[in-house]
């Protein structure tokens, strides 16, 4: 079946620079992407979405970039500070807001002091 | 407004007992899903109700699984006879229509 998978499954970023954590999906019917943060002990929190008529959005110091053409999907945070350590899922789904999400396996983000 | 409720935030079940967890969606959410994950494992969908109805059950293992969303109350995920392999974190997602998704903290479950 269709699965959204994830480059790398840990980063270390030393603190104050930028991360960026990739992922591919395969379901060329997908539509909306969202990143998840997830702390430990704790439940996924949204942290931005895109739609597919979109290419690029901008949050409070993180980045979403999509490209479309090869399945491509990136997470840009800026600045990293200690609170940015996590693990970082992307999800996605063809039908906003009516339909389950499809998750990657996560990227381990540690930021060093 | 409070955020989605999950309870219990722990449960301890051996093997043969039964496992209900609950979750409350966000005021004006009528849309709940539910998600497993293992450790170091990404979330996997389980199933998707609206009020009194599933939508999408395509995630649910066929045996001893079942949900339900009532008109009144919590979501009720129910798993019956459990075995070890159903230790795991069960997440819910609460919606309204055509918005994003809010994740409660989650129920760790144990199977001794």
């Known amino acids: 079946g269709e699965s959204v998978g994830l480059h790398l499954p840990t980063l270390s970023v030393q603190e104050g620079d930028n991360s960026i954590i990739n992922c591919a999906y395969s379901?060329?019917?997908?539509?909306?992407f969202i990143w998840y943060k997830q702390e430990s002990g704790k439940g996924p929190q949204f942290i931005i979405d895109?739609?597919?008529?979109?290419d690029k959005r901008q949050g409070q110091r993180v980045t979403v970039l999509l490209n479309k053409t090869v399945k491509h999907l990136s997470l840009q945070i800026a600045a990293t500070q200690p609170g940015d350590s996590a693990v970082y899922f992307c999800?996605?789904?063809?039908?906003?807001?009516?339909?389950?999400?499809?998750f990657g396996t996560g990227t381990r983000l540690t930021i060093i002091p | 407004n409070a955020g989605v409720m999950q309870n219990p935030r722990h449960l301890v079940r051996r093997r043969g007992q039964e496992a209900r967890l609950r979750c409350s969606p966000m005021?004006?959410?009528?849309?709940v899903y539910w998600y497993r994950q293992l450790p170091e494992e990404g979330l996997k969908f389980m199933v998707y109700?609206?009020?009194?109805?599933?939508?999408?059950e395509s995630g649910m293992p066929k045996e001893r699984f079942s949900a339900e969303f009532p008109k009144e109350g919590p979501s009720i995920l129910r798993i019956q006879q459990v075995v070890r392999g159903d230790s795991a974190a069960y997440f819910c997602?609460?919606?309204?229509?055509?918005?994003?998704?809010?994740f409660g903290q989650g129920t760790r479950l144990t199977v001794v």
């Open positions: 997602a609460t919606q309204r229509q055509n918005t994003e998704a809010f």
């Open positions: 109700l609206q009020k009194e109805n599933i939508i999408d």
């Open positions: 005021k004006g959410h009528s849309h």
């Open positions: 379901n060329s019917a997908s539509d909306y």
């Open positions: 895109i739609r597919s008529n979109m």
């Open positions: 999800a996605e789904n063809a039908n906003f807001g009516n339909e389950k999400l499809t």
